[in-house]
């Protein structure tokens, strides 16, 4: 009640167009008459959180019948003239409307007393109660849908965090187990010498491969989510253009059966992190070998000015609906539902690499291509990356 900033003016209002100079809103339970707000003029006693015995008031009548109480002085009233209430409490006027919810449950009453005698008679002062009734029943209906979105939204906010940490430890738990079994496959490769354990420790090594691909994606995602966003360590490069090469080279040897062409062109040195455009560019590469037509190569461009460096990779191939274009950089989001890769974190990774370096990675996507441009200054940006206390436990 204390948060509906118009109850201390309607109490007021109340008082004023009736003369009477104690107004409460009550409460009013099968077991309780709690008064919530108090406009008091007389001294009565009680205020906010103040409790009456219930029998003893006359809004647990109303509890019960749903009708409001009026009368101007109780002493010469019919019914009131000996009623306990009047008496035990020293009230000559009375005023009681019911205050309902939009569910139709009773709250309490908007009630109004006075030692004196009152005149209630006109019925547009009854109205004009009812009608604060009303709002305050309203005002009451929106206090509760309020808390229950802001408490909605707080757990949600909650359970994301708890999950994203939860994400961050396994995928940090997992590292030095897998680091375990790939040091123990190698170590099994120059020990063994038949040709059918080469296969299955090669085969391990390669699942480890992978399995340390999706551990490293994890990572990046829980430095993402919960730091201050992937670090990078800007350094200016004069050879990008043969480790972007380099990186082609590599996609193109796991995918044999696939086209990329390239043309790359650097003519500025470029201030980034080798590392992780080397890691957008696999992602972006991946991506459109995954997506793209097969019998269409995949394109890559390259080239930087005084000012930009620019990356773009291009597909052919189905384009993707605008419903999942708006939400591709989401994690866990894949571009094709029937083609799973990985856990849908690449394109999320990509487009924080590029935020770290200051850069921007659009979308577009057309019957005829889908293109993935990143761009970035040339000259870096300048970036101090303090690490969180969640990232300082992915780090170790």
């Known amino acids: 009640m204390s948060r509906i900033d118009a109850v201390p003016t309607i109490l007021q209002t109340v008082a004023h167009t009736t003369g009477m100079r104690f107004t409460a809103v009550a409460r009013v339970t099968d077991t309780h008459w709690t008064a919530c707000a108090v406009y008091d003029h007389i001294d009565f006693g009680l205020g906010v959180g103040s409790e009456l015995v219930l029998e003893s008031t006359i809004c647990n009548e109303i509890r019960q019948h749903h009708q409001a109480v009026v009368f101007n002085q109780a002493s010469k009233h019919p019914y009131f003239s000996t009623h306990h209430t009047p008496k035990m409490y020293g009230f000559e006027s009375y005023v009681s409307i019911p205050i309902f919810l939009a569910n139709g449950d009773f709250f309490g009453t908007l009630c109004a007393i006075d030692p004196l ?27 509760d849908r309020m808390e229950i979105s802001a408490n909605a939204l707080l757990d949600a906010q909650q359970t994301a965090k708890l999950r994203e940490q939860f994400i961050a430890v396994l995928g940090h738990d997992l590292r030095n187990p897998l680091m375990a079994i790939q040091a123990g496959a190698e170590a099994l490769q120059l020990k063994v010498s ?47 253009a043969d480790q972007l090469r380099n990186v082609i080279a590599e996609v193109q040897q796991a995918n044999p059966g696939r086209a990329v ?12 992190d080798p590392g992780r455009l080397a890691q957008l560019l696999v992602n972006l590469l991946s991506n459109a070998l995954t997506h793209g037509a097969d019998d269409q190569p995949v ?9 930009t460096f620019e990356l773009t990779v291009v597909n052919g191939g189905q384009p993707i609906a605008a419903d999942k274009l708006d939400r591709l950089f989401e994690p866990f989001t894949r571009g094709d539902e029937q083609l799973p890769s990985g856990l849908g974190l ?14 921007t990675l ?35």
């Open 261 to 272: 062409d390239a043309a790359i062109a650097i003519d500025m040195p470029v201030a980034c």
């Open 299 to 307: 394109l890559v461009v390259a080239r930087s000015d005084n000012t």
């Open 117 to 143: 005698p009152a005149k209630l008679d006109d019925p547009n002062i009854v109205r004009t109660l009812e009608l604060f009734a009303q709002l305050i029943g309203a005002e009451l209906d929106a206090q």
């Open 362 to 396: 659009q979308v577009s996507s057309t019957e005829a291509e889908t293109c993935f441009v990143f761009r970035m200054p040339v000259q870096g940006m300048q970036r101090q990356h303090h690490e969180s206390r969640e990232e300082r436990a992915l780090n170790r």
């Open 194 to 240: 038949d040709e059918r354990s080469l296969t299955i420790l090669q085969h391990m090594l390669r699942s480890g491969d992978r399995m340390g691909g999706l551990i490293n994606d994890i990572l990046d995602f829980a430095r993402g989510r919960l730091g201050s966003g992937i670090p990078v360590v800007l350094e200016t490069q004069h050879d990008l």
């Open 346 to 359: 690449g394109l999320y990774i990509s487009m924080e690499i590029a935020k770290a370096h200051g850069g």
